[in-house]
């Protein structure tokens, strides 16, 4: 690996700012939970676990400012920055599950000394960062009975190690099939408007020395048209307990494409993304981001007259029906989702 | 009309820099013919109907310098200008339609003086942008029986008064209903690489007072999905006889996602932009534009690490079977397709 998406040194956390990409390689230090909440929201780091994993060091950096001198001093505290660093982003779940494994915790061991609760957080947090990176190897091994030689692959936004803190989910799948010898190619689409696509997949691929070639996201039907791709794989932010999965906007579009071309299209997540308590896909909130990232975006003029409306959601759902199937650190999930999430759910219990 | 988007001016063909806008409303002067080339090389002007008037008045422009003493040489400079200014685009079919009609036009009179025909191909340019203009009218009033009071209507590119010398094709239809007081909401795709939906349909709909909304390209399926659309109206470049459509591409990907919510979709265009000598659209050749309108495009700086390969093509085809009717200037066609086009030519021959 040639970068590290986040880490956590001397107190502070240290993440790549994904908005310089392609052109600059840098790291920011997040010193304070007001400058980690802002990295997030303006997705400096980006990507359902590496946002999981930022946030439960986010706690551990907001806890080491405060001296609390009793378990429900510190439990205020812990609930305090749990709503405050799950609020800079609401689609993917993965925050909350982060934050919810750093607050029990501390819950579990309330009898400790409030010092060893926080250096037990420490490690929990250590602990995700490490079973991030052990999951992205399992879902890319899981994935490899999906995967041809010679396979055209589609993705879309970025599920690659700049969204996690390991190999990727979706571009971890892509990554092992190289190693393995499959000679996988690779189409990105550009992913508007913020360009996840072309500035950090390509990115990644290219510095990886995967064959990678870059499109608009309307010319995703054309392609498949024209059959140049033979399989899409794509990550996730949230899943339902019925195999519903919000994914970057334009993840839909493409799970219609596929059905309409038959060509499988896989979503590749761990089991941190299920969101059980929802039933339905339709129930995941959607974020709605500012108009400016339309607008102007990377441009360096408005690209739209003063005035017009503008419409920018985050993400869309693709429904369990056009989902071929789902690579999950645990195991591969085919259909039906219901019947299977749940068994995956005992699993875990 | 706020605005001209091709007029012939002591000489010169004056025409909006399309690439200026929304920023600022510009004319470039074209004084030669290779300006002309450039320009719709360009795409300063663009959008099928309004680079046929352009190539006309081109073929004017371009005689307009010689000075032939016989029909033979004058013959020989038309068919030299006919081949350069049809190079400057491929698709977009009445490029040639046009050219078509120019020459068509001296060799009629072959038996005139040489000024005098050229005086008659002057006229002949100038009918071209009459009958565009009578056009846009007439297939805005065959669509009005597809238009329902507050339709929410999607559109894509720009194929309005600025691709047009009228008041546009699908755009037209679009105006023509809010005359009406139909009340139509829009929404426009941006259209990557080049944006013609963000920075010209937006700006000339909004400069009418239509009601508009810009979303990218990859939320249209979403749209679709939350019921926020229930009509497309696109233009085209080139119609086979079989009705497949060649337009922006991205309309292909758009006509499967509309075919998959049961939305229809509609091809609006006049008959100077059916090739009836191509039976099927996978006969129209699609231009491959520079790389570099999707690395920089309107950026200021590359979107794409150095090296990451990038695939633009500028078209795609819509094939009949997802076109639920195509608007044309004589009339409103519905499928059978290569029936009822067929007939089509039999009326205008």
Redesign the interface.
Known sequence: MKFKTITWEKGKIVLIDQTKL??CLVYVRCATVKQLWQAIHDLKVRGAPAIGAAAALGMVLGLSKKNEKSFPELKKNIDMLFKYIASSRPTAVNLAWALGRMRNTAVANRNKPVMAIKKLMLKEAGDIIDEDKASCLAMADNAQVLIRKNDRIMTYCNAGMLATVGCGTALGVIYRANELGKNVKV?S?????L?QG??LT??EL??HKI?????????????M?QKRINKIFVGADRIAANGDAANK??S??LA??A??HKIPFYVVAPYSTFDLSLSLGSEIPIEERDACE??EG????????K???????AF?VIPNSLISGIVADTCLIKPPYIKNIKKLRKNQN
């Open positions: 392609p052109g189409y689409c550009e992913t508007r408007p360009l072309a500035r390509c990115w290219y510095k064959d990678v070639t870059l499109i608009c996201d309307n010319m995703a039907g054309y392609l048209q906007i334009g839909y579009s219609v494409l059905a309409f339309i607008r990377w441009y360096k003029r408005s690209m739209v007259a005035g017009v409306k503008i419409y920018n959601p869309d």
